[in-house]
């Protein structure tokens, strides 16, 4: 079912509530430990079962960070994945953004309610997506108040979605991390770029696969 309306404040008529027995529920979801038993979404629930990567990364990247986010979003947008983040500032908006360039489409996960897009500077991406035939979801219920744990549980439905994650730029410790944690506990593949973030060289530290900058600077 796909039902789509351009947010200007609060679209409750246009959010479709999907049950675990629903066909649009995730299946990569519905096989993680602490799965929501319901999702509230606005647009192309579709998207929810299709190919797709999380792009995550800090809130405030460097120039070479943006850059990557870029290049990366493009990428695995022309190549037919679904590219899912955080509608946070940063790495994650960037992703977006880049990623509707390339009229790839995007599903932005909530740590609100849909009918409350947090950051508020953020409800213009919100409108993009959906005017792209992406999607917008959260496992908060209309009209619910976001709390400050609502953003770490928020990071396991991201990776939760996804067949693997990437990781442009993180400290040790953050949203980011809290991601990259539940992807270790979800079986995800985690590709990290290799950039000299304390969090980055601690996950390269750990063996997993580098996106190396130098590479990315190939890709138009």
Do not use: C, W
Not at 25 to 49: C, E, F, H, M, R
Not at 109 to 128: F, T
Not at 169 to 186: D, L, P
């Amino acid at each position: 079912m796909i039902q789509k309306k351009l947010i200007q404040d609060t679209p409750k008529d246009t959010i479709v509530e999907i049950s675990r027995n629903s066909p649009n529920y995730p299946y990569l979801l519905n096989n993680i430990k602490d799965s929501p038993d319901q999702l509230y979404a606005i647009g192309n629930t579709q998207l929810l079962n299709m190919p797709s990567v999380a792009i995550v990364g800090t809130r405030k990247p460097t120039k070479d960070a943006a850059k990557a986010t870029e290049k990366i979003a493009r990428l695995y947008g022309k190549n037919g994945f679904i590219i899912v983040s955080g509608l946070a500032l940063g790495v994650d908006s960037l992703a977006m953004k880049s990623a509707l360039k390339v009229e790839a489409p995007v599903v932005g996960v909530l740590p609100s309610s849909v009918d409350k897009i947090v950051p508020k500077k953020n409800i213009h991406i919100a409108n993009k997506i959906l005017d792209k035939n992406g999607l917008l979801i959260s496992e908060r219920n209309k009209g619910s108040n976001v709390q400050n744990y609502h953003y770490i549980k928020r990071n396991r439905i991201i990776s939760g979605i996804s067949m693997a994650v990437i990781v442009v730029e993180t400290a040790t410790e953050g949203g980011t991390m809290h991601t990259v944690n539940f992807a270790k506990e979800q079986i995800r593949p985690i590709l990290v770029v290799d950039l000299p973030a304390e969090g980055n060289q601690k996950l390269k530290k750990e063996s997993y696969p580098i996106i190396s900058i130098n590479n990315l600077t190939k890709e138009n």
